[in-house]
């Protein structure tokens, strides 16, 4: 059974950065489906970013150029770095994983993902 276990979230200003960290346990191999989610209130769960089977990653438009996923496969660690921040960017963020592959990985979280508990991220104008 994999665990994820989110981590830094919090609270910054416009124009600010965050770095998101997601530590997996339990088998989870490489070229297994990881990403990020985020939850604002009132909205449905959308996906921002995942790590896909063959290395590429998709981003969604809303956050192209200002967020960057990557990923330590030896310490089984999903980063989020989130740049250039603005209160849209308010929201519980939410790492997932499947053993998975797949080159929609986004996609396949969606449905089939295995959830942490979340991060909030708060951006003040």
């Known amino acids: 059974q994999v665990k994820l276990v989110e981590s830094g979230g919090g609270s910054v200003q416009a124009g600010g950065s965050l770095r998101l960290s997601c530590a997996a346990s339990?088998?989870?191999?490489?070229?297994?489906?990881m990403g990020w989610f985020r939850q604002a209130p009132g909205k449905e769960r959308e996906g921002v970013a995942a790590?896909?089977?063959?290395?590429?990653?998709t981003v969604t438009d809303s956050v192209k150029g200002r967020f960057t996923i990557s990923r330590d496969n030896a310490k089984n660690i999903l980063y989020l770095q989130m740049n250039d921040l603005n209160p849209d960017d308010t929201a519980m963020y939410y790492c997932?994983?499947?053993?998975?592959?797949?080159?929609?990985?986004?996609?396949?979280?969606?449905?089939?993902?295995?959830w942490g508990q979340g991060t909030q991220v708060t951006v003040s104008s």
């Open positions: 997932a994983a499947a053993q998975r592959t797949t080159l929609f990985c986004l996609s396949v979280l969606k449905v089939s993902g295995v």
């Open positions: 339990g088998y989870l191999a490489s070229t297994h489906c």
């Open positions: 790590s896909n089977s063959d290395g590429s990653t």
